[in-house]
């Protein structure tokens, strides 16, 4: 590139293009990055206040409950929605309540794993808590383990009201030695509330969110 005369002979006016040349094209790039870096940083920022907003709502996410032909839960999930238990999901939570509580195995592990999860299953200061635990101490099942066994069988489950229900059941015992001993039928009515779990916790504990609250059985001669 060839320069003025003028130029040439005034040194200042010289060093002001040389200095343009060499790092004007520097100084233009670099007010571009912090242009740029300036408009990331207040995009960032929008999107950080309202992932903030979002997450001070108060949010219950529901769980899913996968369940098998006969009603009875085989996987829990997290979900967007969540649906009312139909009759058929009941009926079957209330024949396993019983199936776990009457039932006897000389089994301790088993044994004390079914009681955990019928008290996972039972209103907390309900009256079904009252009356099951009362049992428990009055008969305790590592004693009548002793004995043998009872194995439950469900006969019939009908409601009888929005949260009540009336359950039939036989207990068939046996010796430890799987001899027949006999047989007894018993009837309880059993009250229920639905409380759908609002953590990993609750819904490891208790899948489905029913609660007992009331309990009431009698053999059946």
Known sequence: ME????DSANPYLAARRSWDERYGDLISRARNWRLAALINAAVALIACGGLVAVARQTKIVPFVIAVNDLGRPIGTGLASESSALDERVLKAALSD???LWRG???DWTFQRQAIEQVFARIGQGSRAQV?????????PPQKRADQGTVEVEIKAV???????????WTEIKR????QLTGK??????FTIVLNP???EKDARSNPLGIFVTNATWSRVF
């Open 3 to 6: 320069t003025s005369n003028a």
């Open 97 to 99: 309540f019983v199936t």
């Open 104 to 106: 006897i195995t000389i």
């Open 131 to 139: 009356a099951i635990s009362d049992w428990y101490r009055a008969d």
């Open 158 to 168: 009908l409601a009888t009201g929005d949260r009540t229900w009336e359950v039939d």
């Open 175 to 178: 010796a430890a030695t799987g």
């Open 184 to 189: 007894e039928e018993f009837r309880g009515l």
């Open 197 to 199: 779990p609002k953590d």
